[in-house]
């Protein structure tokens, strides 16, 4: 079958609009309204594109993909409860589709915040959802997991390893990546021992443990931050008076830069006044301390 066959005719593509109309004037109503309705008619050519794939085997993989796709994007104005009543997770064949992934997104995405609690009940949710099919559990498993501990937050990330892939809630054993996972997000719990990483001021040629400064105080911060961040000066004022308020021996925080130009770090700590130690080897997010605090790796796709 020629798959260019079934390909709409398109005149202008879609991100080439979104150029033009970026750079239109907003008075031009005239430019605007042709804009929208070449896009209307992209939109419309590529549905019966799919049409015509989706009837060469209406009952393929391809066409089934197709329909619960669009299945699914309809049911997202009736929020979580209508995605479940739409979506199977349950269903292999879902898994076998990038609607697979989509869906448990937009379910989140959808999960009203009306408490602390309702990500964590709406990852319970998911897993129940996938639990009459032992592939679709293991990988929505996978999936939440890595999405949290990468993106937070921690303590739901932590809950799902404690309850899923090493606690009771777990109905099959993790795989070799899941474990590797499971390790980085206990590194980082609440109570663990810190990581050991080495801390350097840029212009020294000696590096400083962290555990040799941690053994000198109660309690110690690491604020990690970036000298161009304006969100991250924000925070420094109040850091400022607990470290005026509070004694050394009891409190200290330890200012890592996420910086790669010596100049800024050394004029963002003149101009907010940091009143406490700050370290960065000047390679921005490649900062071993940043690294070795947290997992960055993204969720895998099916």
Known sequence: MDIQAFEPECPT?????RTIREGADPQDLGLIKELANQERSIATALENSLDS??????????AFAVRT????????????QGIRRTFDFSNPRNLRSSSYSK???VYLQNTPWTTDMALQYACDTLLVSAANDSACWIYMRSYLVELFATYGPADLAQYLVDRYVVGTGSRFPPDERLLVLAAEQMRVVNGAPAPEVHLIT??????TKLSDIVRQHDYTALFFYSSTCDHCHEQMPGLQVIVNEVPSKKFQVIGIALDVDVTEFRQAIIDHGMNWPCYSHLIGWGEPAAKNMRSRRPPHSS
């Open 13 to 17: 593509p879609t991100p080439e609009i």
């Open 53 to 62: 794939l989706i009837a060469v085997d209406p009952e393929g993989q391809f």
């Open 69 to 80: 796709d669009r299945m699914l994007d309809a049911s997202i104005l009736d929020g979580p």
């Open 103 to 105: 869906a448990v997104m």
């Open 202 to 207: 840029p212009g020294a040629s000696d590096t």
